[in-house]
């Protein structure tokens, strides 16, 4: 729990926070999502303001999320990946914590710089640019990037010649990822000392080294690999004769859960390992996106529809797979809809098996299917829990139905 002091004091006067209404809710001794519920009731009563799906961000727990990982991590600074969910206030808020933003675009450093960012807090960590966007970052000082092609080195040796180089190595091979980000981006062992050389003779710094172990894994052995192939690249660029190399960037595919602590633990081992006597020379960085972005908001949406096929239910709420809900096909997200403080029956209450459908005219749009729910009416609304990772930022405007229509509210616990 967090007070208006401290921490969440600077983030309720951040750009992005301070000009908005931000509601404080008591948790007490209710759990955690029966208090943020207790809050979206009080949005969503026929006196409140929402008549559509709307969003919640408990600021008290992103301000945790920094707390803990600056406690697990202290050497390691958190560089937000903007991609997981671009809300202003999740922006400003992480700024005023003291966190650098991991940007992949034009679009997100613009976001990030409004929100009163130094350039020098910004990776530009997309391993292949478009060029337009690489003379954008040039003309506003965002002088760091990822590479890991030869053509890349060509490509920002011509459009922002005094950006520094870090070189992205394959992570390690991870079955059990989410999304294995080495089938699209990293350099492998083989490569690393051509793609030194190439950056050598076009005359570009390489100031270090990034990897990405992949996203949502439980595995730790990964870090150590990467970590240890991190070493071999430092190396090699010292035996080439270039610049001692300063940075190392690990990447994100955190998660706010109990395998945070293993892998925090592993990193710190690893960094002690293979880069022991050179850690008081390199900065350490990582690009944390869900651990900070999905557990941090709820969403609420609204029942517009309804049908009774025996003891089949069938509703549609204004929200879907093209929409904030594109998350579950995105990550990991599995919905699990509750309703909105359904008070129980003595004895419990009948469930029907449910399909709960988007908005839209797809049929593919499809949340859930044969999930229990108890007997809704058009105008109740459904409860997603721990949906802020990819929700906001890879949803759609497919047949009309505007992402900008769903609101986000601030709350933090008092």
């Not at 965002?142 to 590479?147: A, K, P, R, S, W």
């Amino acid at each position: 729990m967090v007070g208006s002091s401290g921490p969440m004091q600077a983030v309720l006067t951040a750009p992005g926070v301070k000009d908005r209404k931000v509601h404080a809710f008591k948790r007490d001794a209710l759990k955690d999502k029966d208090a943020v519920a207790a809050l979206m009731h009080s949005i969503a009563a026929p006196a409140g303001t929402a008549r559509s799906a709307f969003f919640v961000l408990d600021l008290a727990r992103l301000v945790d999320l920094y707390s803990a990982w600056r406690r697990a991590l202290p050497d390691v600074r958190p560089y937000y990946a903007v991609k997981c969910n671009p809300e202003p206030a999740m922006l400003g808020a992480l700024a005023a914590l003291g966190a650098g933003f991991d940007c992949a675009s034009r679009a997100e450093i613009e976001a990030v710089l409004a929100h009163g960012v130094e350039p020098g807090s910004i990776v530009y960590a997309n391993p292949c640019k478009p060029e337009a966007h690489l003379e954008y970052a040039a003309s506003v000082g965002v002088n760091l990037t990822t590479y890991d092609t030869e053509e890349e080195v060509a490509k920002v040796k011509r459009c922002h010649p005094d950006c520094e180089l870090l070189l992205r190595i394959k992570g390690p091979d991870n079955d059990e990822a989410k999304i294995d980000l080495g089938t699209k981006y990293g350099a492998h062992a083989e490569e690393v000392v051509p793609l030194l050389r190439a950056a050598q003779r076009a005359g570009l710094t390489v100031a270090g080294v990034s990897f990405h172990v992949g996203a949502c894994t439980s595995r730790t052995d990964v870090y150590h690999d990467a970590i240890r192939a991190s070493r071999a690249a430092f190396d090699a660029a010292a035996a080439l004769g270039m610049p001692p190399m300063r940075v190392l960037d690990i990447g994100g595919g955190f998660m706010a859960d109990a395998s945070f602590g293993r892998a925090a633990a592993a990193i710190k081992d690893a960094l002690a390992q293979h880069f022991g006597e050179l850690l008081p020379c390199v900065e350490v960085i990582g690009e944390p996106g869900q651990y900070f972005g999905e557990t941090v908001f709820t969403l609420a949406a609204r029942v517009i529809g309804k049908r009774a096929r025996g003891e089949a239910r069938q509703y549609w709420i204004d929200d879907g797979l093209y929409g904030s809900l594109s998350c579950a096909l995105m990550g990991d997200y599995v919905p699990r809809p509750r309703p909105l403080l359904a008070a129980p029956r003595p004895g419990g209450e009948k469930t029907y098996a449910s399909t709960v459908f988007g908005p839209t005219c797809d049929s593919r749009d499809k949340v859930v299917s044969g999930y229990q729910l108890p007997e809704m009416s058009v105008g109740d609304w459904l409860v997603f829990d721990g949906i802020g990772a990819y929700a906001a930022s890879s949803g759609s405007n497919f047949n009309g139905f505007l992402m900008s229509d769903i609101k986000t509210y601030l709350a933090y616990s008092t």
